[in-house]
């Protein structure tokens, strides 16, 4: 069995839907990110850098939301989350999560967390103000070139689908407006209508 490590409110949400939708036999474990258990240290023998999510196998820890989800849709190749016999096809979903985890993700932590990036008030604070501007410069970039529809690869619903639906429900606390980008909207709404999701977001509240 799986045991899967996540906190609320993060971005973990993204790989807790993924096991829901390919039918994985997991052990969720909640930690309170608040309370700092993901510091503690029987938590960092687990992920060592000290963050959600964490996936361990009988192999392994795995952690990373691209290395999870893609890990997932392999393991699980009769859920086709993934186009498994497509390199290519594969490689544009890992290229999508890849700039959610890399540039998105990075865009909206600066809000909440300039401590990573500064040590002055003044940094963190012109960083905030910055990330209405910057996350919405993403999002653009999803609405007018990457988000294909009405899934994020075309017609079929894969494992870029949760981790874009975790991102584009933080919009509003970015202090961006969804409506400004109609399919990423459109893509949130019939996310939300997913039994998976709908299993396990309220463990993520």
């Known amino acids: 069995?799986?045991?899967?490590?996540?906190?609320?409110?993060?971005?973990a949400l993204a790989s807790h839907i993924a096991l829901e939708e390919a039918g994985a036999d997991y052990?969720?474990?909640?930690?309170?990110?608040?309370?700092?258990?993901?510091?503690?240290?029987?938590?960092?023998?687990?992920?060592?850098?000290?963050?959600?999510?964490?996936l361990v196998t009988d192999r392994g820890v795995l952690t990373e939301n691209p290395?999870?989800?893609?890990?997932?849709?392999?393991?699980?190749?009769?859920?086709?989350?993934a186009p498994l016999d497509d390199a290519y096809?594969?490689?544009?979903i890992q290229a999508f999560n890849a700039y959610l985890c890399a540039t998105v993700h990075v865009a909206h932590a600066h809000k909440l967390r300039g401590y990573r990036w500064a040590d002055e008030q003044s940094s963190f604070d012109d960083m905030k103000r910055k990330v209405p501007e910057t996350v919405?410069?993403?999002?653009?970039?999803i609405e007018n070139e990457l988000l294909e529809g009405p899934w994020v690869a075309g017609a079929g619903f894969s494992i870029a689908d949760p981790y874009l639906f975790t991102l584009s429900s933080w919009l509003e606390g970015d202090g961006v407006d969804p409506k400004r980008f109609p399919k990423v909207l459109d893509h949130r709404n019939r996310m939300a209508e997913r039994p998976a999701v709908q299993k396990v977001l309220p463990l993520h509240s």
Do not use: W
Request: glycine share 6%.
């Open 1 to 11: 069995m799986l045991k899967f490590f996540f906190g609320p409110q993060s971005c």
């Open 27 to 54: 052990e969720a474990v909640r930690l309170d990110l608040k309370a700092g258990d993901q510091r503690k240290p029987d938590y960092l023998k687990v992920n060592p850098k000290g963050r959600v999510p964490a």
């Open 67 to 81: 290395a999870i989800l893609a890990f997932i849709a392999q393991t699980h190749p009769e859920k086709k989350l």
């Open 89 to 92: 096809a594969f490689g544009r």
């Open 136 to 141: 919405a410069a993403c999002f653009e970039l």
